[in-house]
């Protein structure tokens, strides 16, 4: 019986030596995501706040702007060198800079956004409309439309994406001569 209980214990011992063990390991790094504009398609930039908003050019006329008159600015867009996700830019709507007790013609003035179709150019009924506004202190619910921007290969910039924003004069019986308006629009990037 003695020689029983000790091959008993021989034989427990043998069974627990076998062990092994196996791990996994991920590391998690946060992409990049940055949208630049321009008013030439050439020179990009970052314009992060209303204050600093691209100045754009709509012709040779914005200083002498006439009733029932509509004129165009080209606005390009992309995400910047060393951006590694796409997403979607989408308008934010305008706002109009008013001084204390100075009128303007922002009630006055309607305006209409269109995405350009690649090689295209600025102008009347061209391209798809992104986002509109009855004047220059709204943007007209139901006309909103997202872009889709997208990532640059290997660390580039990704291709522009131009946008065409035409406004228009209201009649001489609401757009009153000699005032001065500056309307800022803003558009929001999300990434994903």
Known sequence: MAGGLVL???????????NDSEFAQG??????FNVQGSNNGTD??????AGGGLKLTFGNV???????????????????KGSTTGGTLQPAGVTVAEAAGVSDNADAISYVIN?????????????????????????TAG??????????ANGAEGP?????????????????????????????????
């Open 8 to 18: 008993g214990v021989g034989a427990a011992v043998t069974l627990a030596a076998w």
């Open 27 to 32: 590391t998690f790094t946060a992409g990049s």
């Open 44 to 49: 990009y930039a970052d314009h992060e706040a």
């Open 62 to 80: 914005t200083d002498n702007l006439s009733a029932n008159e509509t004129v165009y600015a080209s606005y390009w867009l992309r995400l910047a």
């Open 115 to 139: 995405q350009v179709p690649a090689g295209g150019s600025c102008g009347p009924g061209v391209g798809t409309q992104v986002a509109s506004g009855t004047d220059l202190r709204s943007q």
């Open 143 to 152: 006309t909103v439309r997202g872009v889709p921007l997208v990532a640059g």
């Open 160 to 192: 522009a994406v131009q946008l065409c924003i035409a406004v228009t004069a209201g009649d001489e019986t609401a757009f009153d001569q000699g005032l001065s308006t500056t309307a800022t629009w803003q558009f929001d990037a999300v990434s994903g």
